[in-house]
């Protein structure tokens, strides 16, 4: 089955800089590729997804690259905010199939 | 804007109890889901849920677990006699299709089997 892993576990970056997290999926098959965002004491919100038909997406401060021949997916997080601070996980799936999560990448962003 | 909703958002009991865990998915969906977060670990399936049958279950969602769609809006969980190591957060989710499409996911519900 589908092995999701993220990298880093934490990540801690000033504000106004950017926050990059990467993961690596090993299902081929796989083809949808969200982003969560996770508050504490929250649910995951979904922030940005990507599908395997495109290679980058961008909504405004945030943009996720996929690479199918690596195999690999990253958030880039421009511009960071204290609200940004969260616990970001990535997943993927292919069709018919669950989300398979990555550990998760605790990001702070110090003021 | 659209929700899920999940009730509790805490719930203690005790080892061998039985739980029922409740969620209202969002009206248009149509597949359903359960998470679980242990405390600092990722978010694990536990089941997915289609045209009132289990369309697809994880090695966590054994013989103590069941789901259920009493009526036309809540969506339940069932963890028939708890144990210790049930103890997380239990997420609901929900989408128009499935796999491939965006699951938007409840609040959770943060059991505690004591």
């Known amino acids: 089955g589908e092995n999701v892993e993220q990298h880093p576990s934490t990540l801690s970056v000033q504000e106004g800089d950017s926050a990059v997290i990467k993961c690596t999926y090993s299902?081929?098959?796989?083809?949808?590729f969200p982003w969560y965002k996770q508050e504490l004491g929250k649910g995951p919100q979904l922030i940005i997804d990507?599908?395997?038909?495109?290679g980058e997406k961008k909504d405004q401060r945030i943009a996720v690259t996929l690479n199918k021949t690596a195999k690999h997916f990253s958030l880039h997080i421009t511009e960071t905010q204290p609200e940004d601070s969260a616990v970001y996980f990535c997943?993927?799936?292919?069709?018919?199939?669950?989300?398979?999560f990555g550990k998760g990448t605790r990001l702070s962003v110090i003021a | 804007e659209p929700e899920v909703t999940q009730t509790p958002s805490h719930q203690v009991t005790q080892m061998g109890q039985e739980v029922i865990l409740r969620c209202v998915p969002i009206?248009?969906?149509?597949?359903f889901y359960w998470y679980r977060q242990i405390l600092g670990q990722k978010v694990e399936f536990l089941v997915s849920?289609?045209?009132?049958?289990?369309?697809?279950k994880s090695e966590i969602f054994d013989d103590q677990f069941s789901v259920e769609r009493p009526d036309g809006s809540n969506f339940t969980l069932k963890i028939r006699s708890t144990k210790l190591e049930d103890s997380a957060m239990y997420f609901c989710?929900?989408?128009?299709?499935?796999?491939?499409?965006?699951?938007?996911f409840g609040p959770g519900t943060r059991l505690l089997v004591l």
């Open positions: 299902d081929s098959a796989s083809n949808y």
């Open positions: 849920f289609y045209n009132n049958e289990i369309s697809e």
């Open positions: 997943a993927a799936s292919r069709r018919n199939t669950p989300l398979v």
């Open positions: 989710a929900s989408s128009r299709t499935p796999g491939g499409e965006t699951q938007y």
């Open positions: 009206s248009n969906h149509l597949y």
């Open positions: 990507i599908r395997s038909n495109v």
